[in-house]
């Protein structure tokens, strides 16, 4: 990879990673209700499935999707009925506060890999990032490079998102807050299905 290329590089990953998608929004969502300890694993989660979905996609599997547009819808699919139930999850009625701390729990490190595989955000970010930064030549290099720096901007960024959830718990945690934020973000999840309907 050019040296030139290394800052539009920090650039795109810091938009892509920083700004709202599904991730950041169930990370949000996770520090409000559990705090920052209890979703170290939903955040470790979404980096190492991040990190695999990017080798994936470099050697190959992003083309086989283009070459299988089915294959494609599918994934759309399976992305929107997850955010579907992560949506009723947060939003479904409950009788009290202690009732949504029992019944909502934090995602696992293997729920949070395993979404990024539908994830239409993380797939978008990551078929962009290898067709506009990857190197041919230098193919190994380049990719590593990237994962690299995903990783290191990655876990930073999305876990200011939890973090800003875990500044917003106390006061959260008080009345029909919780139950109203909750809501709130099952309404932005559903929003954040939007790119992959159009």
Same mark, same amino acid.
């Given at each position: 990879? %050019?040296? !030139?290329?290394?800052?539009? $590089?920090?650039?795109?990953? *810091? ?9 950041? /929004?169930?990370?949000?969502? &996770?520090? &409000? %209700?559990? +705090? #920052? ?7 470790l989660?979404?980096?190492?499935g991040?990190?695999i979905?990017?080798?994936?996609? &470099? ?7 283009? =070459?299988?547009?089915? =294959?494609?819808?599918? $994934?759309? =699919?399976?992305?929107?009925l ?18 949504? !701390? ?18 239409p955000?993380?797939w /978008?970010? $990551? ?5 506009? #930064?990857? !190197? ?12 690299? @720096?995903?990783f #290191?901007?990655?876990?930073?960024? @999305?876990? &200011?998102? %939890?973090?800003? +959830? ?8 008080? +009345? ?5 934020? %909750?809501?709130? *973000?099952?309404? /932005? ?7 992959? *309907?159009?």
């Open positions: 990879m %050019n040296p !030139d290329q290394y800052l539009p $590089l920090v650039a795109f990953t *810091m938009v892509m990673v920083g700004t709202p998608g599904p991730n950041n /929004l169930m990370l949000m969502s &996770a520090g &409000a %209700n559990f +705090g #920052f300890r209890r979703s170290i694993p939903h955040i989660g979404i980096t190492v991040c990190q979905l990017l080798w994936a996609i &470099a050697l190959g599997l992003g083309q086989l999707l283009e =070459a299988y547009p089915q =294959a494609a819808l599918i $994934l759309k =699919a399976c992305g929107g997850f955010l579907l139930y992560m949506a009723y999850q947060l939003a479904r009625p409950r009788k009290s506060k202690l009732e949504v !701390d029992k019944e909502i729990k934090p995602l696992t490190f293997l729920q949070a890999a395993l979404f990024q595989w539908v994830n955000k993380a /978008l970010m $990551l078929v962009t990032v290898v067709s506009t #930064f990857g !190197d041919r030549e230098h193919f190994f290099i380049s990719v590593l490079t990237i994962a690299v @720096i995903f #290191f901007m990655g876990i930073p960024l @999305i876990s &200011a998102w %939890n973090i800003g +959830g875990v500044a917003l718990k106390s006061w959260l945690h008080v +009345g029909q807050r919780l139950v109203r934020f %909750n809501r709130a *973000m099952a309404l /932005l999840l559903l929003l954040s299905m939007y790119p992959m *309907m159009v």
